[in-house]
């Protein structure tokens, strides 16, 4: 009687277990969809964490957990982390947070692979011990990787490219050593030093890939490490045997990898070129004025004060704001949205224009501005806005650099040749805020600046914006 009693309970666990992960898998893709759209990410995002909880509970459930000690303290300290995260660290920081999660994302499937081969790698299966083997390297690669591009985001490291002679090749040879050791693990697990190796070949090897590539090229950078994390966390699923592990794996793996190739196609480069042609070189000489080197290779640029600037702006029908990364440096967004305000008070309409790889992540000036309370009608995509430049009185760019240089059309020698960017030089008039005359990531001159129809205002973006609101509410 006890025995059938205990039995019929494990398999009601079993049965909760599988329904729960269920659940959750379909939450994952739901939420996913929801993230395709900006009126639905919000959605979206509450729908996955909603299934990312439900396959916690649900992985509690699995019969190979003998003790709840660990997991209750584990649970206790990453709430402790999460929370703060999440509450007090500002939207203009969002891509640095993101990649020290990834960091940490990484080294804990890293952490669970090297487990579960100390603990079980004799009974393990050379299916097992592949996705171990798989899991570990790709876990290391993802937390020594997502280290160095926060250090570059955060300016803990050099934001320009750092290359040497023969990196190409020793990130290749590096790599295949990686898979023979892998093979190796497989045929021999009883040869520790395989496993050894492929630690400490995944740290090394994430630290040499992010090395070469500069800031223009982070957002690619972020795609692809929340690829190389999901694809390890689909490995740990393999390994532990867990299917909400393998679909949440997947997913954030495709997802990350598609998002990649949509960032590469918006710069018009190629994965090849990202990762190891040593784009994006970032000029120091941003700075305050427009005396400084890079402004030695400027001639008839033309400057304009706030007040010239709110009278320009005082007549306009139609506006259309090119944020940038600039933007966010400067914590600007708020301000922006004032600005926005005053000017549809006045009669104008008010637009802004999208740029898929304008600042240092995947939908960044998104974010900024609906954080800042921007109604989502007004946050245009490139493809729809560029039409519409030539109708504007007013194109207002804040703090964008590269995604805004016309070479990218006209000069054909140009390293951002055929990227696509904003037509911003068609409208009426143009008024670029900007500290200096210095380059942006891609680190070229900007022709822009040089225009006719082009007016520079030096100043932070921020500050910019609020001595132009208060020039227009004076007038």
Known sequence: MNEAAVAGGMDIRQVIYIVTLFVASVLFILGLHGLSHVKSARRGMIMAAVGMLIAVVGTLLHNRIVTYGWIGGGLVAGTLIGIPLGLWIPMTKMPERIAFSHAFGGLAVALVGISEFFNYHQGLTRFDLGAVGFEVLLGTVTFTGSLMAFGKLQGFLPGRPQTFWGQKALNFGLLGT??????????????????????????????LLVVPIGGADMPVV??????????????????????????????DGGSGFILAVIMSKAMNRSFGNVLFGAFGAVDHAEGGGGADKAGSQYA?????????????????????????????VAHAQH??????????????????????????MPGHMNVLLAEAQVPYEQLVEMERINSEFSQADVALVIGANDVTNPSARNDTGSPIYGMPILDVDKAKSVIVIKRSLGSGFAGIKNPLFEA?????MFEDAKNGIEQISKELKAL
């Open 452 to 456: 006719p129809n082009v007016m520079m």
């Open 300 to 328: 008839n640029v033309k400057s304009c004060t706030p007040e010239e600037a709110a009278a320009i702006l005082s007549g306009s029908q139609l506006v259309i704001i090119a944020p940038g990364y600039g933007m966010a």
């Open 335 to 360: 301000a922006v949205f004032e600005l926005t305000k005053l000017l549809e008070s006045r009669g104008a309409t008010v637009k802004f224009a999208i740029h898929p790889v304008a600042g240092r």
């Open 178 to 207: 990686g898979l023979i050791m892998l093979v190796a693990l497989v045929v021999h697990p009883q040869a520790q030093i395989f496993f050894y190796s492929l630690v400490a070949i995944g740290l090394f090897l994430g630290v």
């Open 222 to 251: 972020i795609c692809l490490l929340n690829s190389y994390a999901g694809l390890a966390a689909a490995a740990t699923g393999f390994a532990l045997n867990n299917p909400v592990l393998i679909v949440c794996g997947a997913l």
